[in-house]
């Protein structure tokens, strides 16, 4: 059976030490300002007066029904068989688009490269047998990855054997593939996904797809189609580059 | 595992569409291009890297590590999966420790001061000139004063060779900060009682402990990855967790009960379970009888501190310290009065840090699974040496240069010299001064009074490898006026900071990055002994400690005690002579003894602990002989503690996750999650004063000491207490991050000294806030 991969966050063993997010950093050398993953630190009065903090650490929920994908005008967001949403540089033309399509707020416009960034479940280190950087690092072990599928795998014992929960509302239900545990404490508002006024743009993109919507679409919208075709081009001359050594 | 690319069918035609109907038109796309779409997705790619092993300089528990370099640039830092001091894993700051390394602002070449001292005005000089100018200027002030007219102080993971350079100079004037500022007091309860050091790396056996009584070791945030992530599966094991400190730690979240003791009270506390524990017999009677001395003594001593005489004075019900005791009872062995870190705090550490080790005695803790293991040791014998002047000081450089947790005895030289040697300056164990004071470390706080009190000695030189005197201490008077007085002072150092800010020579460091360093010998379930491998070229024009000392020792006449030619040479030498060598650790990073359940768990397999007091006894004592030889037993006895009036708050200060001691601050990847500190105030007194979450606010203390920051108001403090995260507050315009950013806790912490120990009380300092 194909893999289908999860992220489990244990928040009784997440401590806030920061450790995941510096090591995406140092692995993926994202600009200084931005980040694929984080931890959020929640505090607030319990009913019985006592002070709580609760810890989120986060990343990119790898949707099974991603707004992210259907947003992107260029097809550089695609989702893996594995579960997997995945970026592809090359024909990503930094439209943005699907930035606010995100109710996670995992997406970002990396200024030095201005294509999409995001948390990839570090798809390059899994290809190759690795854990996840910020998996690896955890000192808490608070974060673990592993094919769901896998019926002997950690994150399969681990779902099995205690309570775990996702980030959805009534409102925003797009199939997660990562879990918390909380020892039965609620989800505090301030971690739970929200839909931005922005995504509306995404909806506008949508027509685009359908021929009959053309007429409707904006300027700004051309441009950003604009620069994602020169994008192509420039994938189109590299791929063929490639391919031209590669048959000598 | 690869999947193929996956490329959705519908998406593609809508592309094909899109363009063919509007895009293309715009952009002239040839049709060629079209076909191209179906090309596979490119994605992310992991770069290729080389891999060597080292450990950690972010902190002193250093863990293992891998360090993944590509194209001559260290990209990575991994933890050694085989290190027991992590496992594998690597906190936030080890995880940015490559910017240690890649500082812009880094001291990049040997300089020379020029203008006033401390006046920030420096020349690029050479190696030869830097390493000539400091051997001559040390041999002049050896010339006119003595050897022990020289002082070093150092405070990294690899200050080791300036103390042996130091001891082969001739001066016992050597000092860490470990002792005096951070953890001696309560390495010293514990060694009194039992002749355990149980800090440095502690030898908790977290995972199989199930009652952790916490008094305010925060071990999420003052963390230690091992340490951590033991502590963290000892609770996932089931572990009961009761945490006590004035303010709502990350370490209370994960509490099942929390106790916002009233600050400094905790030795109360501590002798009212000690009371409950006794009086409801509720001690390991075979431990007691079998190995223990003085229960008798202890019981008639403590006989006054019931519950109901702590209620008032901790904040803590005495139905709740009746409980607390009855459930750890319950529990023991698998047990653990948890020490904070640093036990520098209170007007009687010594007490303090003597009841916990007493009620851990008590619990029957020592030598049993869940409770306290006995650690192992990797032998791995130094080179030979031509003998030290202060030869008992020099021990230290014999056990590593770590905090000695396996010293089983204080050399009864450290107390007297009865060869007419020149004592320690600071008084570390020197009768009739600090005879308690571990005289291997010193009292740093001391020795910095030493050198500006210019008593009982001249001290006319000084050597800093690594730390921070201003901001790792409390009085900034006295560092200003030591350093200010002295005649000649060296600072090595990695980066800057307002200390080696007023170093006549300076001395730029490798990262530890960049370099070998003598080994890692450490001792958990597992003894091993650890490498640190070059990850990179030195980027800029800097040394190496080992290699910096042996050069400064073969210009002062020294050569002897550095006699091999290089680092990688005496790093063969020994393993060569522990059945290793550097060729075969380099390949593995660490080797380790096996672990060995009799040996860690002696009590656990009808084995007697084996204890050897400072004292002399091999039994616990309960009251320990040394100290009532000296009078010192006092401090078994209660000491009313400073309270604040009504407009007055307990000045209170501590670490938080991403950010160690003042080194981290101006470290860009651990600033970037906190570039400032804040001072913590409860609603009800920020109400009263009119102070709002976020702004600024005017902290000071009743000497007069004052700063500017921002409040934020949160429950999670008690009414009378404030709070800052350590480390702040710094001056020095060559730190560019960190530059007046928050403010110092410790120029508002107190600097009063512990009366049996001689380090220092921190937290007796009393604070005023107002709207700034």
Redesign the interface.
């Known amino acids: 059976m194909v893999a289908k991969y999860v992220m489990l966050a244990d928040t009784v063993r997440c401590i806030d030490c920061k450790a995941c997010v510096i090591s995406c950093r140092a692995e993926w050398e994202t600009p200084m300002g931005y980040s694929r993953d984080w931890v959020k630190q929640v505090e607030f009065i319990k009913a019985n007066g006592m002070p709580e903090v609760m810890l989120f650490p986060g990343r990119c929920q790898h949707c099974d029904e991603a707004p992210c994908i259907e947003a992107c005008p260029s097809g550089a967001a695609y989702k893996r068989e594995d579960g997997m949403v995945l970026q592809d540089d090359a024909i990503c033309s930094g439209c943005e688009l699907c930035v606010p399509a995100c109710p996670y707020d995992a997406r970002w416009l990396n200024p030095k490269t201005n294509t999409i960034s995001k948390c990839t479940f570090c798809q390059p280190r899994v290809d190759k047998g690795l854990e996840p950087a910020c998996v690896q690092t955890c000192v808490g072990r608070a974060l673990i990855f592993g094919n769901i599928n896998d019926p002997n795998s950690e994150v399969s014992r681990l779902l099995a054997e205690k309570e775990w929960v996702k980030l959805t509302t009534d409102e925003v239900n797009i199939g997660p593939n990562h879990y918390y545990y909380t020892a039965g404490e609620a989800i505090p508002a301030e971690v739970m996904p929200k839909l931005h006024d922005r995504h509306l743009a995404g909806k506008v993109m949508e027509n685009v797809v359908n021929p009959a919507g053309v007429i409707g679409v904006g300027g700004m919208v051309l441009a950003f189609l604009g620069a994602g075709v020169m994008k192509l081009i420039g994938r189109r001359n590299e791929v063929g580059t490639h391919e031209n050594q590669e048959g000598k | ?8 069918p519908s ?2 035609a ?2 094909g ?3 063919g ?4 038109s ?2 002239g ?1 040839p049709s ?2 079209l076909a ?2 179906n ?1 596979p ?6 770069k290729e890297t080389t891999e060597v092993f080292g450990f950690c300089d972010m902190c002193y528990w250093r863990c293992g590590l891998k360090i993944r370099s590509r194209d001559g640039r260290a ?5 050694n999966p085989e290190h027991p001091n992590n496992w ?9 420790g ?1 910017m240690v390394a890649y500082a812009p602002n880094r001291l990049k070449y040997p300089m020379k001061r020029v203008g006033k001292r401390g006046g920030g005005e420096w020349k690029q000089i050479s190696w030869d000139e830097a390493l000539n100018e400091v051997a001559e200027n040390l041999n002049k002030v050896k010339k006119e004063h003595g050897s022990q007219a020289l002082a070093l102080i150092g405070h990294g993971s690899w200050e080791k060779p300036y103390h042996r350079l130091a001891h082969a100079f001739g001066t016992p004037n050597t000092t860490s900060p470990v002792f005096g500022l951070c953890c001696g007091p309560r390495g010293l309860a514990n060694m009194m009682v039992v002749g355990r050091n149980l800090t440095g790396n502690e030898t908790i056996d977290l995972e199989n402990c199930k009652y952790f009584l916490m008094m305010g070791r925060n071990v ?2 003052s ?1 230690h ?1 091992g340490e ?2 033991g502590w ?2 000892g ?2 094991n089931g572990a009961k967790v009761v945490y006590f400190d004035p303010r ?1 730690s ?1 370490t ?3 509490a099942d009960e ?1 106790y916002a003791l009233r600050p400094l009270t905790d030795h109360a506390f501590l002798l009212a379970m000690i009371n409950v524990v006794i009086n409801e017999e509720l001690y390991d009677k075979q431990f007691v009888a079998e190995q223990t001395l003085g229960f008798d003594e202890l019981k008639e001593r403590v006989k006054q501190y019931t519950p109901e005489w702590a209620a008032p004075i901790t904040d803590v019900r005495a139905d709740d310290i009746r409980r607390l005791a009855r459930e750890m009872a319950a529990k023991a062995p698998s047990v653990f009065v948890y020490a904070p870190r640093r036990m520098t705090r209170s007007s009687n550490d010594l007490g303090t840090g003597l009841s916990i080790t007493i009620l851990n005695t008590l619990f029957g803790v020592w030598g049993r699974k869940g409770g306290v293991f006995t650690p192992q040791k990797y032998n791995v014998p130094e080179p030979d040496l031509p003998e030290f002047k202060h030869a008992h000081i020099a021990h230290r450089v014999k056990t590593g240069g770590d905090f000695d947790f396996s010293a089983m005895d204080i050399p009864s030289e450290h107390i007297v010299d009865e060869h007419g040697k020149y004592q320690r300056a600071d008084g570390a164990g020197v009768m009739g001064r600090w005879p308690i004071a571990n005289a291997q470390y010193g009292l740093t706080n001391e020795m910095w009074r030493a050198m500006a009190e210019q008593k009982p000695y001249p001290i006319r030189a000084l050597i800093t490898a690594g730390g921070n005197g201003f901001l790792n201490s409390t009085n900034y008077d006295i560092i200003r006026k030591a350093l200010e007085t002295i005649d000649f002072y060296v600072a090595a150092d990695v980066i800057p900071n307002e200390m080696n800010a007023y170093a006549d020579i300076l001395l730029p460091e490798a990262s530890y990055l960049e370099r070998y360093d003598d080994l890692q010998i450490g001792g958990a379930r597992e003894g091993y002994v650890a490498v640190r491998m070059p990850a990179i070229k030195p980027m800029h024009d800097t040394r190496d400690a080992w290699t910096i000392c042996k050069q400064l020792a073969d210009r002062m006449d020294l050569g002897a005690y550095f006699p091999h030619e290089s680092i990688k040479e005496l790093l063969d030498d020994r393993l060569k002579k522990a059945g290793s060598s550097l060729a075969e650790i380099e390949k593995v990073g660490i080797l380790k003894t096996a672990r060995d359940d009799k040996i860690n768990f002696p009590r656990d397999h009808g084995n007697p602990l084996k204890i050897k007091t400072p004292g002399g006894k091999t039994k616990a004592e309960f009251v320990p002989s040394m100290l009532k030889n000296m009078g010192y037993d006092k401090a078994l006895d209660y000491v009313e503690q400073v309270r604040p009036k009504d407009d007055e708050f307990h000045m209170t200060f501590g670490r938080v ?2 950010h160690t001691h003042a080194r981290t601050q101006d470290n ?3 600033a ?2 906190m570039r400032e500190n804040v001072l913590w105030i409860h609603p009800e007194p920020a109400t009263k004063r009119g102070i709002k979450e976020g702004e600024l606010v005017t902290v000071t203390d009743q000497k007069g000491r004052s700063g500017e920051i921002k409040a934020k108001v ?3 403090i008690r009414k009378d207490t404030i709070f800052m995260v350590h480390g702040f507050g710094h001056w020095d315009k060559r730190m560019t991050t960190a530059y007046g950013q928050g403010v110092a806790d410790s120029d508002l912490a107190s600097y009063e000294v512990e009366p049996h120990v001689g380090s220092m009380s921190m937290g007796l300092s009393l604070v005023k806030v107002e709207k700034a």
Not at chain 2, 21 to 24: D, I, S
Not at chain 2, 41 to 46: A, D, G, I, T, V
Not at chain 2, 75 to 79: A, L, M, P, S
Request: with cysteine; aromatic share 10%; glycine share 8%.
């Open positions: 595992m690869s999947t193929p690319n996956q490329f959705d998406r593609r809508f592309l569409a899109t363009m109907g509007t895009a293309l715009i952009a796309l060629q291009a191209r779409i090309a997705h490119e994605h992310e790619k992991l990209v990575k830092i991994d933890g594998g894993v690597v906190c936030g700051k080890g995880n940015a490559l999420t945030e963390l990855n951590t992530l963290v599966n609770v996932a709502y990350i209370a979240s994960k929390y996750g991403y860009i990847w651990t970037d999650f949160t429950a999670r």
